[in-house]
């Protein structure tokens, strides 16, 4: 922006600082360290309930990736977490999340952990952030350092979560678009569509995909329908990677290429498009995958994290203070 154009708006800059000091929308500076010294021993205390967790059932590790990345594309606050009440609606019942998402009862055991050694400190949406990284470590996926200190929202907002979660249907430009709405390169999107290496998916979400397109592998296609009916059977589960299916790895992408997406959404990137080099470079590469995997997995922990007076950490995480 020129000089000029800047000293010509002084009034409207000043309405747009009065708009955010009036909702006090403060968004935090995080960092590695951030509880070094209020809470030494979150990290391993978070590491030891989502190894448990992730031990017992090991698709808990993808349902708590997912939790994140449906939390932060709303802002990595917490908001997901938030049960309905009678005067207050959360997220929960959007229709990427209904019936879909899970985890909140791992979520509510590390959190009561969290709270008996460090009363009040670790916010909700930290722990949701260190528990994915953790679940994809635990699941044999690579690690990054989750930066800290993310504040809990006292807010939710349902239509956010309605309009702005990817559905199974888009092609590929609209999965580059939804991305691109939170500031992800098309790169990073493919990256990021790598969390399908882990955990389920019904049927309601594969079925149209199933039963009417081409690009699916005759044989994969049979042994889904033997699950997936043309009617009802709706909730009925069948991995994302039919391959290795709780191993994090690179093998949804060679998946792709052998027209083994479960997903409309993931067959998208391997159908001709852009995408394709990238796709068929991950799955020659792990590495390279799981480099960007990292990257854009602490990109996307830095959407919007709050901070200031309109945020708080939560003691129960379902409930605001
Ligand atoms: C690219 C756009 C995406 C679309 C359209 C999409 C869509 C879906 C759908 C429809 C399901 C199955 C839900 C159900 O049947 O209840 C699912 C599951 C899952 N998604 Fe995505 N997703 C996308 C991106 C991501 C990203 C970025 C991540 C994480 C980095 C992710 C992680 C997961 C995981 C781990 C599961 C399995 C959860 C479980 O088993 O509990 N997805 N996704
Ligand atoms: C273990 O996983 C099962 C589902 O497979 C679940 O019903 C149960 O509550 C889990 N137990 C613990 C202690 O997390
Ligand atoms: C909202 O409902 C909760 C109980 O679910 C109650 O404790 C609270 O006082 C109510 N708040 C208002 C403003 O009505
Ligand atoms: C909720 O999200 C919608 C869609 O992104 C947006 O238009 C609306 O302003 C948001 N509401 C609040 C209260 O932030
Ligand atoms: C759900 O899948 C199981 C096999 O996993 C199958 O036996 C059952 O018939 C399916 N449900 C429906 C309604 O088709
Ligand atoms: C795999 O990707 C990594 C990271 O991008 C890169 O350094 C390496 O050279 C690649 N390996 C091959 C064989 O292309």
């Known amino acids: 922006m020129s000089p000029m ?44 309930a989502v190894r448990a967790a992730v031990a017992n059932e090991s698709r808990m590790g993808a349902s708590l990736l997912r939790l994140h990345f449906h939390d932060c594309f709303g802002g990595c606050d917490a ?5 309905d009440t009678a005067n207050f609606t959360g997220e929960k019942t959007a229709g990427p999340n ?40 635990a699941l044999g996926g690579p690690s990054w350092v989750v930066p800290l200190g993310r504040k809990d929202s006292t807010t939710a907002n349902l239509t956010a979560a309605n309009t702005d979660l990817p559905a199974p249907s888009l092609n590929l ?7 691109a709405n939170k500031g992800f390169t098309a790169n990073e999107m493919v990256a990021l569509s790598g969390g399908h290496t882990i955990g389920q998916a019904r049927c309601t979400t594969f079925r149209a995909r199933l039963y009417n397109e081409n690009s699916i592998d005759a044989s994969f296609a049979a ?15 069948t991995s994302l990677d039919v391959t290795t299916p709780t191993t994090f790895d690179n ?45 854009a997995m602490v990109k996307m922990g830095n959407l919007s994290p709050l901070a200031g007076t309109s945020s708080q950490v939560r003691t129960n995480c379902r409930k605001v203070n």
């Open 223 to 237: 042994s889904l329908k033997a699950t997936c009916p043309s009617s009802g059977g709706d909730n009925n589960l």
């Open 173 to 179: 430009a609209a999965l580059i678009t939804a991305f």
């Open 79 to 83: 908001s997901i977490l938030l049960d």
């Open 98 to 137: 209904a019936n879909s998402v899970r985890g909140f009862d791992v979520i509510d055991t590390i959190k009561s952990q969290v709270e008996s050694i460090c009363p009040g400190i670790v916010s909700c949406a930290d722990i949701v952030a260190v528990a994915a990284r953790d679940s994809v470590v």
């Open 251 to 295: 093998v949804y992408f060679a998946n792709l290429l052998n027209q083994k997406g479960l997903l409309h959404s993931d067959q998208q990137l391997f159908s001709g498009g852009s995408a394709d080099s990238q796709v068929r470079s991950y799955s020659n590469n792990a590495t390279a995958f799981a480099v960007d995997f990292a990257n």
């Open 5 to 48: 154009r800047r000293l010509s708006y002084p009034s409207l800059n000043l309405v747009l600082l009065g708009c955010l000091l009036a909702v006090q929308i403060v968004f935090a500076q995080l960092s590695d360290s951030y509880y070094a010294t209020t809470c030494p021993n979150v990290l391993p205390t978070i590491q030891a």
